[in-house]
């Protein structure tokens, strides 16, 4: 199974970043405890990481539980978590 690791998030929100023309983001790993507003990032943007991250790796997040994930470092954390479950599950 493929790992998902900070830097992984950190590349999907640059990229997401990027094609919103209308905002200027710019996210490394020593942002993961900045909140996504303060970098740039609305929750449209987050809600298409969480969907390329939920058909990538096979996994459901769900809307409520990535709106409640506030930094990179806790959405990174919410995708472990959902992650892990899966592998106990397999």
Known sequence: MESF???????????????????????????????????????????NVVVHIEKKYSIGIGFAAVTDAKTPNELFLLVQSHLMAKRKIA
């Not at 905002?23 to 943007?45: C, R």
């Open 5 to 47: 690791r900070l830097d992984d998030l950190i590349e999907l929100l640059k990229e997401a970043g990027e094609q919103d023309e209308s905002a200027t983001v710019v996210v490394s790993e020593d942002d993961a405890d900045s909140s996504f507003e303060e970098l740039g990032l609305d929750s449209l943007t987050l809600l």
